[in-house]
């Protein structure tokens, strides 16, 4: 079993950064995948990106490459999301999840967190 709970979101405006944090209880954290995904009101869920357990694997949504970073410390058991050049559309609730590998697909995460919502002003 796996508990995730995001922090570190929050109301900025265009072109500002934040860095969202998901802690992780359970001694099995660094043997899970991890992803990112968000949801903005009225629309589906939509991945954003994802680390593998050894770190060696990352994937980036296009809607957000160049922008927004994956990172993952084990000795924490915490995943980070390092958001920059935040814009409008970058508005959602942002969720953690928990996966036996590295994938863009939400169905085979197996643990979520409660989400937190990130607004992004024009």
């Known amino acids: 079993q796996v508990q995730l709970v995001e922090s570190g979101g929050g109301l900025v405006q265009a072109g500002g950064s934040l860095r969202l944090s998901c802690a992780a209880s359970g001694r099995t954290f660094s043997s899970y995948a991890m992803g990112w995904f968000r949801q903005a009101p009225g629309k589906e869920r939509q991945f954003v990106a994802t680390?593998?357990?050894?770190?060696?694997?990352?994937y980036i949504a296009d809607s957000v490459k160049g922008r927004f970073t994956i990172s993952r410390s084990d000795a924490k058991n915490t995943v980070y999301l390092q958001m920059n050049s935040l814009k409008p559309e970058d508005t959602a609730v942002y969720y953690c999840a928990a996966a036996p590998r590295a994938t863009i697909e939400s169905p085979e995460y197996n643990y979520w967190g409660q989400g937190t919502q990130v607004t992004v002003s024009s």
């Open positions: 680390i593998s357990w050894s770190g060696g694997n990352i």
